[in-house]
């Protein structure tokens, strides 16, 4: 199984796609290459990824997209990401990032975490 098929898992908890009180914060991206050039090297503090999906793309064959969402910590802005295409070759990437923010959010659930 690839490692792509593997990340598209049914997460519970629906998260909303747009920002109600601010419509600019939501951002689509054309690839996952795209997003993780201008978040990758983000400051966790500020840009708290707290939820991810990534699922099959029902119109692309074979094609997989996702979907990450944030917390501006500063600004206290949530932004919700649409990614248009998310490729194997870009998984190790994407899984790396998930899990730095993943080690944050740990600490911040301490001691149920």
Not at 2 to 7: A, E, F, M, Q
Not at 37 to 66: H, P, Q
Not at 67 to 77: A, P, S
């Amino acid at each position: 199984m690839s490692l792509l098929k593997k990340l598209a898992v049914d997460h519970p908890y629906y998260c909303n796609d747009s920002n109600y009180t601010c419509i600019e914060s939501s951002k689509s991206w054309a690839t996952m290459t795209g997003f993780l050039d201008s978040y990758e090297d983000c400051d966790i503090d500020m840009n708290l990824i707290f939820r991810w999906d990534v699922e099959k793309d029902t119109d692309a064959v074979g094609g997989y997209r996702a979907e990450v969402f944030i917390m501006h910590q500063r600004k206290g802005n949530f932004a919700p990401h649409s990614i248009a295409s998310i490729s194997e070759d870009e998984v190790e990437r994407f899984q790396a990032l998930m899990l730095r923010h993943w080690a944050v959010m740990k600490q911040i659930w301490e001691p149920l975490s």
